[in-house]
């Protein structure tokens, strides 16, 4: 189904390589986000972008970058400065808030990313 | 800080027994919240919000401000309702809208 396509499902890694992970959205959203979800831990956000040419660090940006160049798309790195990489990683997007509330996020199906 | 806390890891009931999944968060404003499932092999998704004050799948969850609480509730559960939930909150900042996450409660609901 559409919505937000993540790929690839699973990635694998080497020791000192950046690797790219791709989330595409065909919703017309505004705004969208990189969380990593790790066993026990929840979701942590990364980054995330209003619109585009714009984005913000989350929690956790510290050896992740990211670019917001269409509005549709918006890749996360991983890069070798990430020590800890494994893990879950989950795309969202959303409306932008209308009047008083939030709009609810919207996810993918994630990607495994392991380390070689 | 805002935060969201979710005590239980892990929550086990049996089928047609009621279920409460408690979540309690800190946060100085107006506090929007969500409770988002993910099923096995599927997607994280919106399950309710607070705003909507409606029952979803048999599920709903009041918000109450004096305790700083938005627990789940489900009078009898089902077998389809075991998966992992976890409680938000959404706040702006600096123009931008964000999601705070509790860590999560495994519902299983045995036969």
């Known amino acids: 189904d559409g919505g937000i396509t993540q790929s690839p499902k699973y990635l694998f890694r080497k020791e000192g390589q950046n690797v790219t992970l791709s989330c595409e959205q065909n919703l017309n959203h505004d705004a969208m986000y990189w969380y990593r979800q790790d066993p026990g831990q929840g979701l942590r956000l990364i980054y995330y972008s209003q619109i585009v040419n714009d984005f913000q660090k989350g929690d956790i940006a510290e050896g992740y970058s990211v670019s917001r160049e269409k509005k549709e798309s918006f890749p996360l790195t991983v890069t070798s400065a990430q020590k800890n990489p494994t893990a879950f990683y989950l795309c969202?997007?959303?409306?932008?808030?209308?009047?008083?509330?939030?709009?609810?996020?919207?996810f993918g199906d994630g990607t495994r990313l392991s380390i070689l | 800080a805002q935060r969201v806390t979710q005590p239980e890891k892990l929550l086990s009931v049996f089928k047609g027994a009621p279920v409460e999944l408690k979540c309690n968060y800190s946060?100085?404003?107006?506090?929007?919240l969500f409770w988002y499932v993910q099923y096995s092999r599927q997607r994280l998704q919106l399950l309710l919000r607070h705003i909507s004050r409606e029952s979803i799948k048999g599920f709903t969850a009041d918000l109450n401000k004096g305790e700083t609480s938005f627990h789940l509730k489900k009078p009898f559960a089902q077998e389809e309702d075991s998966a992992m939930y976890y409680c938000?909150?959404?706040?702006?900042?600096?123009?931008?809208?964000?999601?705070?996450f509790g860590k999560g409660t495994k519902l299983t609901v045995n036969p």
């Open positions: 969202a997007s959303s409306r932008p808030r209308t009047d008083l509330w939030a709009q609810p996020q919207h």
């Open positions: 938000a909150l959404s706040f702006p900042q600096g123009g931008s809208e964000k999601l705070v």
């Open positions: 946060y100085s404003g107006s506090p929007e």
